[in-house]
């Protein structure tokens, strides 16, 4: 497909580019549905928590309405989410060549009609939220505030992906909330550790661009750590694994979830062996990966829960 087209540079060959009509594909790539990798990465701490708040709860299986609630939800916001960042980002996006076919930059969209854009899918995030109850609603409004400004972060630290982390994870506190009306330790803790496994991933994908981040001022964690990546890496993902296994056993899971948090913690270190920070692909396959780490963890949740219930 080429650049003229209207594709995006690192997302070329997928269904919007191929079967979406063509008034609607920048639209589509606004919200990242011609990659949406990061839309089921928004979507695993909440699944996580919905299957965390079944253990505690004594349930075989999370709420079913719950999980589809929370995927939509997630690729909807996480559409507005980048949307935003692409409004705010349009200037530093034209001067990244893995960024400069984006919708804004390129031309494809106006300023103006991405901004529109940005309220339709929030209309959507918001129906999706008035669903749940009232403590659930103002914890999800609660987390504008973090989404609205982590685009602005990569400008003044090195450390953006705890900001990402911050917003990314917020799902670990909403499922929990959506089963209990309320936060208690295990769902703070899932937070926590979520947070680590979006600042290893996160990372992993920054690579992609540190070379042109550092000519334009923009900072990350890839740059940060360099060759020091793979050890602070396994730094962080052995913190997500940890935390993570202390948030299910404060909520009462057992041994079935234990098999899948190591299977968790096997495949996060597969990242670290398999990286190499001068192969840009590589990096981006890694970091898709996350997907199947999430669902490896959400399985053995599902499965703890659905257990202990029948034993």
């Excluded at 559409?79 to 990244?96: E, Y």
């Excluded at 339709?120 to 609660?142: D, K, W």
Aim: one cysteine or more.
């Amino acid at each position: 497909m080429s650049r003229s087209s209207g594709s995006v540079a690192d997302a070329t060959g997928n269904w919007v580019d191929s079967l979406a009509p063509a008034w609607s594909r920048p639209y589509l790539r606004l919200a990242r549905l011609d990659r949406p990798i990061g839309s089921w990465l928004l979507l695993m701490p909440c699944w996580w928590s919905c299957a965390l708040a079944a253990i505690a709860a004594g349930t075989t299986a999370p709420n079913p309405a719950h999980l589809v609630l929370f995927f939509l939800g997630a690729f909807a916001m996480r559409g507005a989410g980048c949307t935003w960042n692409d409004i705010v980002d349009r200037d530093l996006d034209a001067r990244v060549e893995r960024t400069r076919s984006r919708p804004i930059p390129s031309g494809q969209v106006s300023v103006a009609q991405a901004a529109a854009f940005l309220v339709l899918q929030s209309l959507i995030g918001l129906a999706v939220l008035l669903s749940f109850n009232s403590f659930t609603i103002r914890l999800g409004v609660a987390s504008l505030a973090i989404v609205a400004v982590y685009p602005f972060m990569k400008r003044i630290t090195y450390w953006p992906q705890i900001v990402l982390g911050l917003a990314f994870s917020w799902g670990a506190l909403m499922g929990w909330a959506a089963q209990f009306g309320g936060l208690a330790l295990p769902a703070l803790l899932l937070y926590a550790g979520s947070i680590a496994w979006v600042i290893g991933y996160d990372t992993i994908y920054a690579h992609q661009d540190r070379e042109d981040d550092a000519l334009i001022g923009i900072k990350s964690t890839a740059l940060l750590f360099g060759e020091r990546t793979k050890p602070m890496l396994a730094l962080f993902y052995t913190l997500a694994a940890l935390i993570i296994g202390t948030a299910a056993r404060a909520a009462g899971a057992g041994p079935v979830f234990a098999v899948g948090l190591l299977a968790f913690a096997a495949h996060l270190g597969w990242q670290v062996v398999r990286l190499d920070i001068a192969d840009p692909d590589g990096c981006l396959a890694l970091f898709k990966s996350n997907r199947d780490a999430g669902l490896i963890l959400f399985a053995g949740l599902l499965l703890d829960a659905a257990v202990r219930r029948l034993a």
